[in-house]
């Protein structure tokens, strides 16, 4: 496994599978553009095939907000969602907060890395889930 912090190397094509269960996904040309103008990344490629990803958008000085982490189902169960939050923490290692949502059935996941549940508030415009 190889993991980048670029999208050096990254095209469309190499981005399907992701965003299971979404009513409205965003394209593989949505999901590479995200990924391009996200703060941080960690990408996981194995064999030239994206597997997973991570992304961070930050201030740069104290706060660092987490949306997206995804690894393809068959690439699920592996230690790759484990690592790419790992390596996300380490590139926000001087960030005071660092937050995410998630489902509730993803808590002890994140728990268990050592992140702790907290209350949040949300607002979701379905009609731009799929970015366009």
Not at 4 to 20: A, C, E, M, N
Not at 47 to 68: M, R, W
Request: charged share 20%.
């Amino acid at each position: 496994m190889n993991y980048k912090h670029t999208i050096d190397g990254i095209t469309s094509d190499l981005l399907h599978g992701f965003f299971v269960g979404w009513p409205n996904p965003p394209s593989p040309e949505t999901h590479l553009k995200l990924l391009g103008n996200s703060s941080h990344i960690v990408i996981a490629v194995d064999d030239n095939k994206v597997v997973g990803f991570i992304t961070a958008t930050s201030d740069g000085v104290l706060s660092a907000y987490i949306p997206f982490l995804e690894v393809l189902p068959e690439y699920q169960g592996k230690g790759i969602g484990k690592e790419l939050v790992k390596r996300m923490l380490e590139q926000l290692g001087s960030i005071y907060m660092i937050d995410l949502c998630c489902e509730d059935d993803l808590v002890p996941f994140y728990e268990k890395i050592g992140m702790f549940r907290s209350n949040g508030m949300l607002f979701r415009n379905y009609d731009r889930q799929s970015g366009v």
